[in-house]
């Protein structure tokens, strides 16, 4: 593993000056920052006088050997494939509003009829999509999974420049290797009950690097502690800059070769960026209790745990995610009233206990601080830099 150096006060790496000019947040992270896993990428996006954005990447500690459990963050991708794979089967009358009826036929697996959480009630790709970027639904994931299938997600990721993406199982599922590989049939149907397409179950033939990283010194298994570390074998993993790259190609379509860039329609892209920024009570359909889904939810950077927004003026397009301790956030944030964008995507480990499974991760007294203040520390550089902006999107 790379070991990280004291930080430069003098360095012209921006992300390093915000972390060392903000002692008081970050001593703790930046003392010993490999305990925590930290990795970092910061993106300063200028405007020519074209209006065309011009970028600069900055990273702290980038280190694809240092695996990370991606957690949520892989919903991200599968929401885009969703959308590509709709567009490229190319049948009449099959769009992101068709009803998806998800059947069973394997052991261990759902058959879903209906989606309650939608005001319709209809098992869509839309509604799921939604769900994953407005709440982080784990089912809603799981449902697109299932619909692209192993197969297609390692092809279709591999062909846009991502080919050490792994994503290999549904989540919060307990299922082995093997149920993993075996999806769902799935059919699609329009609002009078006719039959549009169907897509019979699909046993994947993917072959994966094994993801054979063991971590800490514990872990809790059927209420024992097991003093062994605890072992990502056969888990999922993505790097931190293909989710910020990801994200990006969806932001700026224009700046990424066709071939690097998700098949989607100018419609496609407007949906998903207005879920992927939007608060859960600006959704008119799903419609979610603020009380539970407050509006920074699933906004961590700039606003970390907060109940309240912080900066309301600011728009957040993201993907959050946490498990196992690992604390993430891939971000584009834009402040149009000072003429501010950049894209920020951070992680760390909130495990400092070294166990596993627990139910026992500082997100609330380490993770979430960081990510809100790493947010707030880029956020006032971004205010004090002088830009090359002549217009915001």
């Known amino acids: 593993m790379t070991h990280a150096q004291p930080l430069d006060l003098t360095s012209s790496n921006p992300l390093h000056q915000a972390l060392s000019n903000n002692p008081t947040f970050f001593k703790r992270i930046t003392s010993n ?77 759902d058959h879903v009829y209906n989606q309650p959480n939608a005001n319709d009630g209809a098992p869509t790709i839309e509604n799921y999509i939604k769900q994953i970027f407005l709440v982080s639904d784990n089912d809603a994931f799981n449902r697109l999974y299932e619909f692209l299938g192993q197969e297609y997600i390692q092809r279709k990721l591999a062909e846009k420049g991502y080919p050490d993406v792994i994503i290999r199982h549904r989540l919060q599922l307990s299922r082995t290797t093997e149920q993993q590989a075996i999806t769902n049939p799935v059919k699609f149907y329009d609002t009078a009950g006719n039959l549009i397409y169907e897509q019979p179950a699909q046993i994947s033939k993917a072959v994966y690097e094994a993801t054979n990283v063991s971590l800490g010194k514990g872990f809790m298994k059927g ?64 419609i979610y209790d603020p009380a539970y889904y407050w509006d920074t939810y699933c906004k961590f950077l700039l606003q970390g745990s907060e109940k309240k927004t912080l900066y309301p003026n600011v728009k957040i397009y993201n993907k959050v995610g946490d498990a196992y301790g690992f604390l993430l956030d891939v971000a584009y944030i834009t402040d149009p009233d000072n003429n501010i964008e950049f894209m920020l995507s951070a992680v760390i480990s909130c495990n400092t206990d070294g166990i596993y499974n627990d139910d026992k991760y500082e997100y609330d007294s380490l993770g979430f601080p960081f990510l809100r203040d790493l947010g707030i520390a880029i956020y006032q550089q971004e205010l004090q830099r002088k830009n090359k902006l002549t217009k915001n999107k």
């Open 223 to 286: 209420g024992k502690l097991i003093n062994e570390p605890f072992s990502f074998l056969n888990k999922n993993r993505i790097y931190l800059q293909d989710l910020h790259h990801i994200l990006q190609s969806v932001i700026f379509p224009e700046k990424f070769p066709k071939k690097n860039r998700f098949n989607l329609t100018d419609d496609d892209y407007a949906f998903v960026k207005k879920y992927m920024h939007i608060y859960p009570r600006e959704s008119e359909s799903p």
């Open 33 to 109: 920052p490999d305990s925590f896993r930290v990795q970092i990428i910061y993106t300063q996006i200028d405007r020519n006088k074209r209006n065309k954005p011009l970028f600069k990447e900055y990273s702290y500690r980038l280190n694809n050997q240092e695996y990370f459990y991606p957690a949520s963050t892989v919903k991200m991708p599968i929401a885009l494939l969703a959308l590509e794979k709709i567009n490229e089967l190319g049948i009449k009358g099959l769009t992101r509003n068709s009803i998806m009826i998800t059947d069973s036929a394997a052991t261990a697996q």
